[in-house]
């Protein structure tokens, strides 16, 4: 079995590495002949085709390959889609890399638009259509986050909820009381929040611990009743057990992107953006719910590593590294409050 160690640190940057890196080890393969005059948009509906057929091997999530989809439908069909994928060359691939740096997208996000390349050349180098995967070939940005994570206070919170309107406030009310990530709350569907036995059912999650269910908070149960309640004049069909819960005015799938540029307008509205930081996104409401519960609720690790649906406890203090403390820290500052308390009883 051939191994190779990679370099990233977190599991979203090791899949897109291996996607990257994919099309490298699919030239020891012998090539078959193909259609070297497919487009790449061709290329890339045909690959987006197989996996999502039953002969596909890879098995990726339905959320992973809409991602994949959108990102090369709003990255990379308008510059190289209508050129015959065949002929694309890594310096082609560079100059897509630039101008994608140019518009300021993160460093994380180009590395998802080169993996979703990558996984395209990859699916045309099995079956012929190309005979190289230049995407491999192409130095990308880091994928590290440049700053801290924000970590809002609870009164915080509620000055961001305050400054969203209708259509996303119960998208980031989500990402906070349910500590769900963007890509969790935006695949929820009605079938999978139980207001009766208050729980949420994440269906769709990052990895097999995240795919459990989570307690519905009253604040979060209020929220979304009160969104259900909007959607339903809209029309009942939005408020099927099939239906998406964040849809658009339209009928559509919410988007990630105006979800997060929703958030981050808020929270300059909410004058919470400090001069030089990066701005609040939806991730940062599934950090601020870890420190409320630990910090302000007083929860025990244990319990927050639940609640957040990660494997352990262990993976808890790795993603937080030291800021939530630990149970004995905890049970020692209690005990010196305690302690406080009495002598000030004696005296």
Known sequence: MLCKALRARTEREAIDERDIGLG???????????????????????????????????KRRPSTLTLRETLLRKHVSPRIGKQKAAVLTAPDLRELRDKLIAKKLSGS???????????????????????????????????????????????????????LGDEFRPVAASCFYAA????????????????????IYVRDGKTKASVAPVKLLPELADELKAHRGRQARLGFDRIAASALVFQT?????????????????AGEKAK????????????DLRHSCATYLREELGLRIKDVSGFLRHANESV????????????????????????????AGAS
């Open 249 to 265: 005015l339209t009928g559509h799938p919410q988007s990630r992107r105006n979800a997060l540029r929703a958030i981050n307008r």
């Open 24 to 58: 490298k080890l699919k030239e020891d393969k012998p090539v078959t002949a193909g259609d070297r005059t497919l487009t790449f948009d061709a290329l890339a509906a045909k690959w987006l085709e197989h996996e999502r057929g039953p002969s596909s091997t890879k």
């Open 109 to 163: 996000s180009i590395r998802g638009v080169f993996a979703s390349i990558s996984c395209v050349f990859a699916y045309g180098l099995e079956y012929g259509h190309v005979v190289d995967n230049p995407a491999r070939a192409v130095q990308l940005p880091s994928g590290q986050r440049k700053s801290e994570p924000r970590y809002l206070r609870m009164a915080e919170v509620r000055r961001l909820l305050d400054s």
């Open 180 to 199: 769900l990530r963007i890509s969790e709350a935006l695949a929820l569907k009605w079938s999978d929040v139980d207001f009766d036995r208050t729980l």
């Open 316 to 343: 808890t203090l790795q993603v937080y590294d030291g800021r939530l403390g630990t149970d004995e820290e905890q049970a020692v500052e209690l005990g010196d409050k305690i302690a406080r308390a009495r002598l």
């Open 272 to 283: 919470l953006q400090p001069e030089g930081a990066q701005p609040i996104g939806a991730h």
